[in-house]
């Protein structure tokens, strides 16, 4: 269920509230990226400070506010912490394409709840925001990434070999899609 609180779509799912991220979350997004392994493949070293998060939660608004992008905060319905983020960069409007991302309080690790999240969000995606294909780019070791999406019907098309920089080194990524007309056929299914 999608809800529009004026800029920002609010997401129900049955366990979960996907919400705007505030200044007020700051110290839920430090409390999990600071653990190393929650961003391990997430392409920053584990944050130090509040600051850090407070940048994060900056980037979370410059990319809504150049359109490029939008970032939900996951949230427990009966708690409302944020326990991890997940959404869409590197928009491409003129080519209805997309990036997704997403991580995850490692507390709440192996429950199912970043596929509960990511496929709320690819319905709205899908749905709202006119998308035909969204892709998601993966490290070869980073295996509970790729099966989730794998589950929600993401197709390897192949490797990109040193395909990004980060943490002063090169990394292969996997190049993952979902188009529209599958995410449409496996909910008719």
Same mark, same amino acid.
């Given at each position: 269920?999608?809800t529009?609180?004026?800029t920002f $779509?609010? &997401?129900?799912?049955?366990r &979960?509230v &996907?919400r705007?991220?505030?200044?007020?979350d700051?110290?839920?997004?430090? #409390?999990?990226l600071?653990?190393?392994e929650v961003?391990? /493949?997430y392409?920053?070293? $584990?944050?130090? +400070?509040?600051g850090?998060?407070l940048d994060?939660?900056?980037? /979370?608004q410059s =990319?809504?506010?150049?359109?490029t992008?939008?970032?939900?905060? =996951?949230?427990?319905k009966?708690q409302?912490?944020v326990?991890?983020?997940?959404g @869409?960069?590197?928009i491409?409007?003129?080519h209805f %394409?997309t990036?997704i991302g997403?991580?995850l309080?490692?507390?709440?690790?192996?429950k199912g709840i970043?596929?509960?999240?990511v496929e709320a969000?690819?319905?709205?995606g899908?749905?709202?925001?006119?998308?035909? %294909? =969204?892709?998601a780019?993966?490290?070869p070791p #980073?295996? +509970?990434?790729?099966k989730?999406?794998?589950k929600l019907g993401f197709?390897?098309e192949?490797?990109l %070999?040193n395909y990004e @920089?980060?943490c002063?080194?090169?990394d292969d990524?996997?190049?993952y899609?979902?188009l529209?007309q599958d995410?449409?056929e +496996?909910?008719? +299914?």
């Amino acid at each position: 269920m999608a809800t529009d609180t004026g800029t920002f $779509p609010l &997401l129900e799912t049955k366990r &979960l509230v &996907l919400r705007k991220v505030t200044k007020e979350d700051a110290n839920s997004l430090l #409390n999990y990226l600071s653990d190393e392994e929650v961003v391990k /493949y997430y392409g920053v070293e $584990p944050f130090k +400070s509040l600051g850090d998060a407070l940048d994060e939660i900056s980037w /979370y608004q410059s =990319i809504q506010d150049n359109k490029t992008g939008i970032r939900w905060g =996951i949230t427990l319905k009966e708690q409302g912490t944020v326990i991890g983020s997940c959404g @869409f960069h590197n928009i491409v409007s003129q080519h209805f %394409r997309t990036e997704i991302g997403f991580e995850l309080s490692k507390e709440q690790w192996g429950k199912g709840i970043a596929a509960e999240a990511v496929e709320a969000i690819i319905g709205y995606g899908f749905e709202h925001m006119n998308f035909q %294909r =969204i892709e998601a780019l993966i490290e070869p070791p #980073n295996l +509970s990434s790729q099966k989730l999406v794998e589950k929600l019907g993401f197709i390897r098309e192949g490797l990109l %070999r040193n395909y990004e @920089f980060t943490c002063g080194k090169f990394d292969d990524l996997y190049m993952y899609s979902l188009l529209k007309q599958d995410f449409d056929e +496996s909910k008719n +299914s």
